[in-house]
Nanobody
Framework: QVQLVESGGGSVQAGGSLRLSCSAS????????LGWFRQAPGKEREGVAV???????MYADSVKGRFTISQDNAKRTLYLQMNSLKPEDTAMYYC???????????????????WGQGTQVTVSS
């Protein structure tokens, strides 16, 4: 049973930075895609950043140039460095894994097999 645990959320002022972490345990095999998603109050969950096992990344247009996804395979940890935060970045942030090797990562949530419980990020103006 894979377990994902996010950490690093908090409250910051606009322009500030946070680094989210997602620690994984219980691997049976390595995931193909790892991703960060977020859900703001009253809105649907949306993809933020994804990374495949070759290190290829994709970002939502709203975070390009500000957020960076990375991973430490030895520590089984996924990161999301968030800089120049804006109030509209306020949301619950989730990490997720897709273990299917389809040759590319997708944003569709239904392909991600495992999800963490989320960590709250609040950005004040």
């Amino acid at each position: 049973q894979v377990q994902l645990v996010e950490s690093g959320g908090g409250s910051v002022q606009a322009g500030g930075s946070l680094r989210l972490s997602c620690s994984a345990s219980g691997y049976t095999n390595s995931p193909y895609c790892l991703g960060w998603f977020r859900q703001a109050p009253g809105k649907e969950r949306e993809g933020v950043a994804v990374m495949d096992s070759d290190g290829m990344t994709m970002y939502a247009d709203s975070v390009k140039g500000r957020f960076t996804i990375s991973q430490d395979n030895a520590k089984r940890t996924l990161y999301l460095q968030m800089n120049s935060l804006k109030p509209e970045d306020t949301a619950m942030y989730y990490c997720a894994e897709d273990k299917t090797n389809r040759g590319y990562c997708v944003w569709a949530e239904n392909v991600y097999n495992y999800w963490g419980q989320g960590t709250q990020v609040t950005v004040s103006s």
